[in-house]
């Protein structure tokens, strides 16, 4: 069952001022991680320390009201107020669903929303958050991909919806952590908003931020080649890639990126990852899609693969949207599947899909976007045109 929770209560006034279009055109400290922070207070006199009480008080205490820090001098909250804000996305709804999933639908500006999405287990908590308005990379199964490109999120936004989910939880580094993982899994392909998505994560990983694991911060792309390089050279995070076939005739209809970055570059460049940071492992998200790419001979081609790099392999069976021409594949054929890799030695999970009955599930956020790309008319024309033109 769906329970509607109600909006949240007022908020502050700069929000609302956000909200209505009306930007006030100071620095958004979301948007600053650790160094950009202590660096923009240089610039207002301030020492270094000042950021990281300032940050304590934004991450651990959940607080965006200078009046509220009481550890820092009433000269010092009056300057602070003056010159530079603290200022969350504006939540629109929230819903949670009968497992626990929340989600919420955030407004960013020009009419446009995104969509993030907490997810409890038993022994971890994940938050998956959106990098972008739309996507224009138009991955045929994906619900964001249908929907076009408006624009990248700012650094702040992105931090923002982490704040949103933590101080909803509670969350607070080290002793309450119900949010113990982020995965960039959201609308949006991050690595087409590198400079944000960086300082992001780096909020993320900071002990005065999330205070998350460097490993427990989760990056999944669509399998942008130099960008999985320049990420290994700047921040030590997981990386997911989507792979979602395992010859590039199939990739290649199903993802387009696939025509520029084809499989042998994107796994040399998946095991160049793996070697600059020691990091164990990457995971293949690999989407069930039914007929597609779900076949035994699919299966053992992926295998091949497999062996190249330091792998596992996340199996999502895929969540339907209006609109598409895809299915599921069936239970038994994904266990099948499943099996010829573990046979293989392929370390193999099957994602248990969640938040299904609040459309919260992998590929299903579409939030609101503002389709700079017309991509939503391609889309409208080849559903009109048949499975052919798409599928
Ligand atoms: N652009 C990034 C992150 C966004 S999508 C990327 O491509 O990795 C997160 C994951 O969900 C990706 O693996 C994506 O391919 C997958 N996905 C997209 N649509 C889906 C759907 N309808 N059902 C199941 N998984 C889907």
Redesign the pocket.
């Known amino acids: 069952m769906t329970a509607a929770t109600p909006a949240p209560a007022a908020r502050p006034s700069a929000t609302a001022a956000r909200a209505a279009g009306l930007a006030s055109g100071k620095p958004n400290l979301f948007g600053h991680d650790r160094n950009g922070l202590r660096a923009l207070l240089a610039q207002l006199g301030e020492k270094p320390y000042r950021a990281d009480q300032v940050m304590k008080w934004m991450y651990h205490r959940h607080v965006t009201d200078f009046a509220q820090m009481s550890d820092l001098g009433k000269a010092l909250r009056d300057k602070l107020a003056q010159a530079v804000e603290i200022v969350p996305p504006n939540t629109i709804f929230e819903k949670q669903a009968s497992d626990g999933t929340h989600k919420w639908l955030l407004g960013m500006d020009g009419g446009n929303a995104i969509e993030a999405v907490f997810i409890p287990e038993t022994s971890r908590g994940t938050l998956c958050v959106s ?1 972008q308005v739309g ?1 224009a ?1 138009a ?1 045929q ?5 249908a929907q076009g490109f408006n624009r990248n999120l700012s650094a702040a936004e992105i931090v923002g919806q982490v704040w949103i989910a933590a101080r909803h939880l509670g969350n607070v580094p080290h002793h309450q952590r119900k949010l113990t993982n982020v995965v ?7 690595l087409l908003n590198f400079d944000n998505v960086v300082t992001a994560m780096s909020v993320m990983r900071d002990d005065l931020g999330f205070g998350l694991a460097n490993k427990r911060v989760t990056l ?4 942008l080649v130099p960008m999985i390089d320049k990420l290994g050279e700047v921040a030590d995070v997981s990386l ?3 792979l ?1 076939a395992p010859n590039d005739e199939l990739r290649s209809e199903l993802m387009p990126i696939n025509r520029k970055y084809p499989i042998k570059a994107l796994l040399e460049a998946c095991l160049r990852y793996t070697q600059r940071r020691a990091r164990t492992t990457i995971t293949f ?1 690999y ?1 069930m899609l039914k007929g597609v790419n779900d076949q035994p001979a699919h299966a053992r081609q992926l295998v091949k693969l497999m062996r190249k790099v330091p792998s596992k392999v996340n199996l ?6 209006h609109g ?1 021409q ?1 299915e599921r594949s069936d239970e038994a054929v994904i266990r099948a599947f499943q099996k010829i890799l573990l046979d293989a030695g392929v370390l193999t999970t099957v994602r248990r899909t969640r938040g299904d009955d609040i459309d919260a ?4 956020l579409k939030g609101q976007v503002v389709d700079r790309t017309r991509r939503q008319e391609e889309f409208r024309r080849k559903l009109e045109g048949g499975v052919a033109d798409a599928a």
Do not use: D, K, R, W
Not at 184 to 190: K, L, N, S
Not at 220 to 223: D, E, L, N, R
């Open positions: 990098s996507c990379l991955c199964f994906c619900s964001t991909g960039m899994m959201g609308m949006g392909e991050p999944s792309t669509a399998g997911a890639v989507s979602h998200e989407t999502i069976p895929f969540n339907t949207f598409t895809f599930a992998c590929g299903q």
